[in-house]
């Protein structure tokens, strides 16, 4: 969503918000957090608050799906009382929807807001890197037995690697101008690794990898931590929630956490926080994962971060439709700190392949 469609959903937003069933009269209506998506807003009614969302229907084509999911997520979770981890509950409209369509036929829906809760710009120490572990393995190990074919599929081909590739290609060979040297040098990187995208997919094939329920998009943004306690207590953003591989979370926290450093040149990987977050990660799944999903855990910390470089790039040659962004060039850049990231992931592949077999390995069962 771009800047004017973002003013476009705050100016209809006050107006949707009076069409869900608050208990109280709305106070205040004001942008929120930082999401590349959707457009966000913080609601204010008497002494609670509330999301507020318009979905991207452009990302997301059959928004009703996400909601179904959220509903099945939220009566599992309500029947496992026990896990540890907060699912925020939808707020219905005064017709019983769980959504309000607007005259534009734009999607919103209305969200409980998690009190005396946090999010983290950045991990600091490594007791925060230890609960971002703990939470997504509770998160793991409470969908575990929910069946996938009870949730719809959001985002078809969603961490898809080959299919990313595929399309960064095509629209790359549609593309009229000659691209600046910044593009030369990413595209170069690109068919560096072209050959090895498939990793994930042809294991998933094989039958050796299995399909299981996944957050989709577990990035640091996307925890709240309780602001007294400081355990992390809810992973929020749930629209990607449907079946597929575990590699695709544990590879996109790490990416998000662990990414260090400002600019192409300055991106590297942090290790210490790695360790962190899967020595606490294993113990919490216990022996969730068999033997091939832990060996292949590497190459998904390699392959997302280069993924969503695609993606960047993608979206910057087609005008920055997807990826909200302020100013042009902007994915251009986020591309060559996702690439810099790759590179440094790959010239740790020793170290954070043992610090998979560590936390995997000793003590642990896996089958």
Not at 29 to 57: C, S
Not at 169 to 181: F, H, I, N, S, W
Not at 222 to 249: E, K, M, P, W
């Amino acid at each position: 969503m771009n800047e004017s469609e973002s003013e476009n959903a705050a100016a209809v937003a006050s107006d949707i918000v009076n069409r869900f069933a608050l208990p109280t009269p709305v106070g205040s209506i004001e942008p929120h957090g930082g999401g590349l998506i959707n457009a966000t807003f913080l609601v204010t009614a008497e002494d609670a608050r509330y999301i507020l969302q318009r979905i991207n229907d452009a990302v997301f084509p059959e928004p009703e799906r996400i909601m179904s999911n959220l509903s099945v997520l939220a009566g599992h979770a309500a029947a496992h009382t026990g896990s540890g981890l907060r699912i925020p509950a939808p707020i219905a409209a005064w017709d019983g929807r769980s959504f309000v369509r607007d005259g534009q036929g734009g999607f919103w829906r209305l969200m409980e807001f998690i009190p005396n809760t946090r999010g983290l710009a950045r991990i600091e120490d490594p007791e925060q890197a230890r609960e971002v572990g703990r939470i997504l393995g509770r998160f793991h190990v409470l969908v575990s037995d929910l069946p996938a074919e009870r949730l719809a599929v959001t985002l078809p081909g969603f961490h898809v690697t080959p299919g990313y590739l595929e399309r960064f290609k095509q629209v790359l060979a549609a593309c009229a101008t000659v691209p600046p040297e910044a593009f030369s040098r990413a595209i170069a990187c690109v068919t560096a690794r072209q050959a090895e995208v498939d990793v994930l997919e042809a294991a998933r094939q094989g039958g050796y990898l299995p399909a299981r329920v996944i957050h989709g998009d577990p990035k640091l943004d996307n925890i709240l931590f309780d602001r007294v306690t400081g355990r992390a207590v809810s992973l929020i953003d749930l629209d990607t929630v449907q079946a597929g591989l575990v590699h695709y979370d544990v590879g996109d926290c790490l990416r998000s956490c662990c990414g260090r450093g400002k600019g192409s040149a300055g991106a590297r990987f942090d290790l210490d926080l790695c360790r962190a977050i899967l020595g606490a990660y294993a113990d919490e799944i216990g022996d969730l994962l068999n033997t091939a999903e832990i060996e292949l855990l590497f190459d998904a910390i390699r392959l997302i971060p280069f993924e969503l470089a695609l993606r960047f790039l993608t979206d910057h040659l087609e005008g920055d439709r997807y990826f909200r962004i302020t100013e042009r060039g902007q994915n251009l850049r986020k591309a060559g700190i996702q690439l810099a990231l790759v590179e440094d992931i790959e010239g740790k592949e020793r170290e954070i392949r043992a610090i998979v077999a560590a936390c995997f390995g000793r003590g642990k069962r896996v089958s």
